[in-house]
């Protein structure tokens, strides 16, 4: 399973690119498209850089020490020193909403963060299945997965967004109307601007259910009970959407269910797999039959 889900990252992270590089060559030709990539290089090169702090300030969340959060801190220990990987840096989210997130460009450099009010919801069978996933995401190395799907996609939004701005000052297209081919070029041109971003936002939103789907399994094997994840989210599902956690939208992908709710959104526009499913898969891998 969790082969997997590597496939179809490395298989959908193949789509965006081609993606790219079909309308850097349809609308900006390839000088825009070496552009348009330099430009989301450098952006979301600082935002890999600088991910752990910036995860935090945007879900509000501050580091604790030992001594301050000393159940917390062991937990994480055990669990990495089971694992093989250097303890992360442990945080704290002062909300009685049930959620946690990693973030962190290598495991050297990783960040785990729980709200306190998990911590009271959850047993520590459950919390140990929750930090487990987490330690998932690092070990997985998803922040860097993400960044690339995130700069192949911001190329690909520049770009078409290169394209309205030179067909607004005359400048798109080929002249090959006497060839026959201009109406139709301009057509596919247009197309291109709005559906290119719309399919690079759901290749992204697919590469991040994909993640998800395999921190589980990581998360799972590492602590060897996928059971306890199981039961963990079941319980996160039902409680976050009692307590709303309000955090920045764009910090939203991080936690381990989604922080908001009310009206949902469509399963292609989200950023997290069903909870029905991620629990259905980890009692499949607890040998359970559904």
Request: with cysteine; glycine share 10%.
């Amino acid at each position: 399973m969790f082969g997997s889900n590597a496939l179809k990252t490395a298989v959908l992270l193949g789509a965006l690119t081609a993606l790219l590089i079909l309308i850097g060559d349809l609308l900006g030709g390839r000088g825009g498209m070496v552009i348009a990539f330099g430009f989301a290089v450098v952006m979301n090169f600082g935002a890999y850089w600088f991910s752990d702090a910036m995860a935090l300030r945007m879900a509000g969340a501050r580091e604790v020490t030992p001594e301050e959060a000393p159940e917390l801190h062991a937990l994480v220990e055990e669990l990495c020193a089971d694992a093989g990987l250097p303890k992360p840096r442990v945080a704290m989210i002062d909300s009685e909403a049930p959620n946690a997130f990693a973030t962190g460009r290598d495991p050297e450099h990783a960040v785990v963060a729980a709200t306190t009010g998990i911590l009271q919801l959850l047993d520590r069978r459950e919390l140990a299945g929750v930090l487990a996933h987490e330690l998932g995401h690092v070990e997985n190395r998803d922040i860097l997965i993400s960044s690339v799907a995130a700069t192949i996609a911001g190329a690909i939004t520049m770009v078409a967004q290169m394209a309205q701005w030179s067909m607004l000052f005359g400048g798109f297209g080929r002249d090959d109307e006497e060839e026959g081919g201009g109406i139709a070029s301009l057509v596919a041109g247009l197309v291109m601007m709005i559906v290119a971003p719309l399919a690079a936002l759901l290749i992204q939103m697919a590469i991040s259910r994909a993640r998800e789907y395999s921190a589980d399994e990581t998360g799972a094997r590492l602590y060897g009970d996928p059971e306890a994840l199981a039961s963990a989210l079941e319980k996160l599902e039902y409680y976050s959407k009692q307590i709303p956690l309000p955090v920045s939208p764009a910090a939203s992908h991080l936690f381990i269910v989604k922080p908001f709710t009310g009206a949902s959104m469509q399963e292609l526009f989200s950023t997290h797999p069903p909870i029905e499913e991620r629990v259905a898969r980890l009692h499949r891998m607890a040998g359970r039959v559904d």
